[in-house]
């Protein structure tokens, strides 16, 4: 049977002052009229049903999500007790499927992306799956045709095509680091790479299989997991061994160890939203350039994101490439080209004693 599985437990400091640790970027809305995370089981709803999705979150986020998502029960809804990167939560998620699926597929992504359209996506995940179905060793993941020679993304090198469909489905020939530009630049060239976008497709009894062989320390934690969840102690045994796991992503932990691993070239256009940036591209502008959210007075103003509410004036005058962002607590006004800087206010107000901001 096939499974929904999406993480939601990170952090999106890029988008402070409206990302907060108890409401980041999955529980915000950024782009459309819902919020990043109700988008993304928004669809999957075409190919999981509500009792075949899965939420892994963590304890600070575990109301709000399930207060968004109101058609999940409260058991699908996992809770990391600490932040170990995608691995362990992968592993979680493989064991709790386990326990009720012996034959559970699974489909990993992400709370925080924007894909497009929604028919193109749950036809590759129908796809992945079948292949996951005809052979159980696969490990199936997606690949993002580049449209930029990106710095920010890691790249999948395809090798040899094992499939005359469409899209095209390849053996993965090698995983890329986020590259220098002038790396980036010959890939782009090279036409054989693809973003990796993060969205997984495999059995859950091979994950965990090669999360034991390739992290044995892992492995053993997530067998005592298992073991809590037949006996009815999962709660106090997940508190006690989820944290002893070693932090590291599914990628270094398994992929790019493993054989069998397979790269479908994504028939969907992806965004991963990663800073305000990305929020014209997805909301569009007005013939100034702007992206504007809430109520707003602008002279001679191009170029500006401005994001406050319907009871809150921000007006501006003369101003260019802007980012302000207004909550009930915070305003953020920096320069547009600086965007990326945004991580270092919270590292200064959390040094600062100034949690309440955080």
Known sequence: MLHA????????????PQS??????????????????????????????AENTWIVTNQIQAA???????????ASILIEPAARNTAPCVGLAAVRLLHDDPEAIM???????????????????????????QDPRRLVLFGVTPTF????????????????????VFE?????????????EEYLRAGSFYWNCGIFCWKARTILDLISQFEPEMGKSLEKIAESLRNGTSKEVIAQEFPLMKSISIDYAVLERANHVTVIEAPFLWDDVGSWLAVPRLNGTDPAGNS??????????????????????????????????????????????????IKEILSQLDKSGRKAWL
Not at 23 to 28: A, E, I, N, S, V
Not at 153 to 160: A, F, L, P, T, V
Request: charged content about 20%; proline content about 5%.
């Open 5 to 16: 599985v999406v993480m939601a437990g990170g952090s999106g400091t890029r988008f402070w």
């Open 292 to 341: 504007i959210d809430g109520l707003h007075c602008g002279i001679d103003t191009e170029n500006c994101i401005i994001r406050t509410s319907d009871q809150h004036l921000i007006a501006t005058l003369g101003v260019q490439n802007l980012i302000v962002v207004h909550t009930d607590d915070a305003t953020l006004v920096a320069d547009a080209s600086q965007s990326e800087r």
């Open 149 to 168: 020679p990106s710095t920010g993304y890691g790249y999948i090198e395809r090798g040899s095509r094992i499939s005359d469909s469409v899209p095209p």
């Open 20 to 49: 907060r640790q108890q409401t980041p970027k999955q529980l915000l809305r950024l782009a459309g009229d819902r919020t990043m995370i109700q988008q993304t089981v928004d669809r999957c709803a075409d190919w999981a049903a």
């Open 172 to 184: 993965v020939a090698a995983f890329r680091e986020k590259p220098k530009a002038e790396i980036a």
């Open 64 to 74: 709000k999500t399930a207060e968004q998502l109101p058609q999940l029960s409260a």
């Open 107 to 133: 489909f990993v992504m992400p709370a925080d992306h924007v894909i497009q359209p929604q028919e193109a996506f749950a036809a590759a995940a129908l796809k992945a799956a079948a292949i996951v179905e």
